[in-house]
């Protein structure tokens, strides 16, 4: 199975970097689409929770994080 073809999830944390992350990921995944494709996009709510999104993810099928 090639890359473009694994199921994939993207976490971002939207309080990175004082927010910035948060404020400016939908220019930033509209620039980064080309290479990810159809991913899924997820956002962390607090501490642990990429964690826990993740392996949910995992068990769910996603193939690449």
């Known amino acids: 199975m090639s890359a473009d073809t694994l199921r994939t999830m993207v976490m971002i944390n939207p309080a990175a970097a004082g927010g910035a992350l948060g404020r400016r990921w939908e220019g930033l995944g509209a620039r980064l689409a080309p290479?990810?494709?159809d991913?899924?996009?997820r956002r962390s709510s607090g501490p642990g929770d990429a964690t826990v999104q993740t392996r949910r993810a995992l068990l769910d099928?996603?193939?690449q994080v």
Do not use: H, I, Q, Y
Request: no cysteine; net charge negative; hydrophobic share 55%.
């Open 61 to 63: 099928g996603v193939e």
């Open 35 to 37: 290479w990810l494709g």
């Open 39 to 41: 991913a899924e996009v």
